[in-house]
T-cell receptor, first 113, second 115 residues
């Protein structure tokens, strides 16, 4: 799996958009960008994933640059409950035996009132 | 649909003991993976099972083992516990076929404390 780089921490005001960047300059053509988050002492929660087009679901939007070397996760209206560690991961969509998730350090997002 | 369940949620053991943790995947999910999470090392992959066979293994000593049953439920065992084994142990399942085959869903974890 390609290595990702994320800032270790970010702050965001409640109600504002949180924009979390991720660099994945070595991503290969068949690898997707996945985002998970982990609220303190809970298991990681899947948020969204994408290949090259921007994606949106009820939780967030994912913007992937045209060269696919970086992406941004957007939480449009952050709430206090969005305070968590956010992990950006790249991996292939199809299963193979070596295709386990490799988590980096993630970004600790602190949403403040 | 019920999520991934793990039992027990909390466990306290002493050095030298062994422990067995249990994981029930989401219905229809065939793969179960185990991860260890500690403040110092972060989230680290232990092993993955599907079709009752270990398919992939992380860099952990042989004291860490696992198995999967025909109903896809999985257990992991840690023998001769050490203080450094204190961690949150997470189980994740994925479908492997059909819609979203590779998306992993995590359980709440088992918090193991070794005294």
């Amino acid at each position: 799996d390609a290595k990702t780089t994320q800032p270790p921490s970010m702050d965001c005001a409640e109600g504002r958009a949180a924009n979390l960047p991720c660099n994945h300059s070595t991503i290969s053509g068949n690898e997707y960008v996945y985002w998970y988050r982990q609220i303190h002492s809970q298991g990681p929660q899947y948020i969204i994933h994408g290949l090259k087009n921007n994606e949106t679901n009820e939780m967030a939007s994912l913007i992937i640059t045209e060269d696919r070397k970086s992406s941004t996760l957007i939480l449009p209206h952050a709430t206090l409950r969005d305070t968590a560690v956010y992990y950006c991961i790249v991996r292939g969509l199809r299963y193979n035996a070596g295709n386990m998730l490799t988590f980096g350090g993630g970004t600790r997002l602190m949403v403040k009132p | 649909k019920a999520g991934v369940t793990q039992t027990p949620r909390y466990l306290i053991k002493t050095r030298g003991q062994q422990v067995t943790l249990s994981c029930s995947p989401i219905s229809g999910h065939r793969s179960v993976s185990w991860y260890q999470q500690t403040p110092g090392q972060g989230l680290q992959f232990l092993f993955e099972y599907f079709s009752e066979t270990q398919r992939n293994k992380g860099n952990f000593p042989g004291r860490f083992s696992g198995r999967q049953f025909s109903n896809s439920r999985s257990e992991m065992n840690v023998s001769t516990l050490e203080l450094g084994d204190s961690a949150l142990y997470l189980c994740a399942s994925r479908r492997l076929a059909g819609a979203q085959p590779n998306e992993q869903f995590f359980g709440p974890g088992t918090r193991l404390t070794v005294l």
